[in-house]
């Protein structure tokens, strides 16, 4: 079946432009994962929605960062006023509640965010 | 604070060898233990996911275990080849937190 999807693959930005970028998890995955790995850095967890729940947002790094998932299923991370810090690679993952594989994680191919 | 200790962080061997990636975590209270490849400029694959009741899974040429009580996990590559090159990323959740912990990975090379 589809994996995660995210949008664009690449992304080129001036600094203080506004971004979004775009997750479509797996169908049927009711937790949904926003990671940044900057260049040769691990993996940073951003932000963590479950169902309906509240977010769980405490790794957004400022308040220019926000993401919302509309519908238990697409998400959306935005960057307001861009920095050149916030060049990275931002990851997506997807992850069942039940089943075999519950909690197992699945990651998309990720965004390349580039700030000029 | 979590952590996870990747070892080693680089290795480079002939193909055809068996080898043995190592992670260690901080806290017994694991709930579940996930091992990835990387390959560069992409996403994660999923490898192995071990709950923290197993002690052991495989697939194909890998076998992951987990030692809970020494807070270590082992990635087993039997036989590797050219096509195992990647880096491999070990992630640990503990009970009650949804929030993974990862490791900084293993650069894996093997040469023809």
């Known amino acids: 079946g589809a994996g995660v999807s995210q949008s664009p693959s690449n992304k080129v930005t001036e600094k203080g432009k506004d971004v979004e970028l775009r997750c479509d998890p797996i169908s049927g995955h009711t937790a949904l994962y926003w990671y940044r790995q900057s260049l040769g850095q691990g993996l940073e967890f951003l932000i963590y929605?479950?169902?309906?729940?509240?977010?769980?947002k405490s790794g957004l790094p400022s308040d220019r960062f926000s993401a919302e998932r509309t519908g238990g299923s697409v998400s959306t991370l935005t960057i307001q006023r861009t920095q050149q810090e916030d060049s990275a690679v931002y990851l997506c993952?997807?992850?069942?509640?039940?089943?075999?594989?519950?909690?197992?994680?699945?990651f998309g191919p990720g965004t390349r965010l580039t700030v000029l | 604070k979590q952590e996870v200790t990747q070892i080693p962080a680089a290795l480079s061997v002939p193909e055809g060898e068996n080898l043995v990636l190592n992670c260690s975590f901080t806290?017994?209270?694991?709930?579940?233990l996930q091992w990835f490849r990387q390959d560069p400029g992409k996403g994660l694959t999923s490898l192995l996911l071990i709950q923290s009741s197993q002690r052991e899974q495989t697939s194909g040429r890998l076998n992951a275990s987990l030692d809970k009580s020494s807070g270590r996990s082992t990635l087993y590559i039997a036989a590797s080849q050219p096509g195992d090159s990647a880096t491999y990323l070990c992630?640990?959740?503990?009970?009650?937190?949804?929030?993974?912990?990862f490791g900084r990975g293993t650069s894996l090379i093997v040469h023809p």
């Open positions: 929605f479950q169902g309906n729940s509240a977010p769980d």
């Open positions: 806290d017994s209270a694991i709930y579940n």
């Open positions: 992630v640990w959740r503990i009970e009650g937190s949804y929030i993974p912990t």
């Open positions: 993952a997807s992850s069942p509640f039940s089943g075999a594989r519950a909690n197992e994680q699945f």
